[in-house]
């Protein structure tokens, strides 16, 4: 148990579907963050939010949209996906300003887009 | 422009045998840090070790024991008489500078056969 819970943790959708993906951190962290894991491909940063607030947007795509509502909530709403986004979905945390970047994650939602 | 490279995509050893991930890294900053994680089946990357740039002396953790070489920009992991509990991909990341950002390695998946 790292602290960083997922949910779901699989998740099917049609290209035409909406959902959200959510993630909830109990650590009193102040750093959140969205990693997509593909096959064969190092994993990918996609969103950072330090204090709430949206600091890195590893050119996502809008079809991805992330939420912070506060500093233990993540959400990434996902609408008209393609195949190609099927992957597994990584959140963790980090408490910024220590001197690293330590990182805690959650087990991931495991997507598939049909 | 930071990177981590893992050229050992996977690995098959039998237990209780010593096995070495390797791992290098690009990186222009002068502090910087360098982590290994490890991804069971369940999907979460748990965190092993974090080693500050100017800290080179070697670790040594149970069966885990890591050495760092800024001469030749690596930071190898090895795991000393090996159990089937280690299957896991191993994953290598580079954090530091002005942004709490980790690059990852592609990771190397270790299969420990009985």
């Known amino acids: 148990e790292t602290g960083v819970t997922q949910t779901p943790r699989h998740l099917v959708m049609g290209m035409t579907n909406k959902k959200s993906l959510k993630c909830e951190q109990h650590?009193?962290?102040?750093?959140m963050y969205w990693y997509k894991q593909s096959a064969k491909k190092p994993l990918e940063l996609m969103f950072v939010y330090n204090f709430k607030e949206q600091t890195e947007n590893n050119s996502v795509p809008s079809r991805f949209s992330p939420e912070c509502p506060n500093s233990s909530h993540l959400f990434l709403h996902l609408h008209t996906l393609q195949p190609e986004d099927s992957a597994l979905y990584l959140c963790?945390?980090?408490?910024?300003?220590?001197?690293?970047?330590?990182?805690?994650f959650g087990s991931g939602t495991q997507l598939s887009v049909l | 422009a930071q990177k981590v490279t893992q050229a050992q995509t996977e690995i098959s050893v039998v237990e209780k045998e010593d096995v070495t991930l390797d791992c290098v890294y690009e990186?222009?900053?002068?502090?910087?840090?360098l982590f290994w994680y490890k991804q069971p089946p369940s999907g979460e990357l748990v965190f092993l070790i974090r080693?500050?740039?100017?800290?080179?002396q070697n670790e040594i953790s149970g069966r885990y024991s890591w050495n760092f070489q800024k001469s030749t920009s690596s930071f190898n992991f090895t795991i000393t008489a090996s159990q089937v509990v280690d299957s896991a991909v191993y994953f290598c990341?580079?954090?530091?500078?002005?942004?709490?950002?980790?690059?990852f390695g592609t990771g190397t998946l270790l299969a420990v056969q009985p």
């Open positions: 080693r500050n740039s100017f800290d080179e």
């Open positions: 990186t222009r900053d002068t502090t910087y840090y």
């Open positions: 963790a945390s980090s408490q910024r300003g220590q001197e690293s970047e330590k990182l805690f």
């Open positions: 650590l009193g962290h102040n750093a």
């Open positions: 990341a580079l954090g530091g500078g002005a942004t709490n950002k980790l690059i």
